[in-house]
Nanobody, 119 residues
Framework: QVQLVESGGGLVQAGGSLRLSCAAS????????MGWYRQAPGKQRELVAS???????NYADSVKGRFTISRDNAKRMVYLQMNSLKAEDTAVYYC?????????????WGQGTQVTVSS
């Protein structure tokens, strides 16, 4: 059974930093993309950042220059370093892993971790 466990969320003042971690465990074929999504109250879940197996990254415009995504393939972990946090970054952050599953792929999700930025 695949499990994604997130950690690192919490309450921080505007301008502060947090680092989210996500550990993937269980039986999966080749992990392709790993990423972070977030969902604020009353809003749809949105992509924050993603990183491919070869290290190529993609960021939402709203976090470019402030957030950095990284991964450790050997440990099957993905990280999100969040700097210069703003009140609008407040949301539940979800870890996502996309792994190969014939004939295509399958998405796995963590349970979410709350990030609250006070202004």
């Amino acid at each position: 059974q695949v499990q994604l466990v997130e950690s690192g969320g919490g309450l921080v003042q505007a301008g502060g930093s947090l680092r989210l971690s996500c550990a993937a465990s269980g039986s999966m074929l080749s992990i392709n993309t790993m990423g972070w999504y977030r969902q604020a109250p009353g809003k749809q879940r949105e992509l924050v950042a993603s990183i491919s197996r070869d290290g190529s990254t993609n960021y939402a415009d709203s976090v470019k220059g402030r957030f950095t995504i990284s991964r450790d393939n050997a440990k099957r972990m993905v990280y999100l370093q969040m700097n210069s946090l703003k009140a609008e970054d407040t949301a539940v952050y979800y870890c996502n892993v996309r792994a190969a599953q014939w004939p295509g792929y399958r998405d796995y999700w963590g349970q979410g971790t709350q990030v609250t930025v006070s202004s």
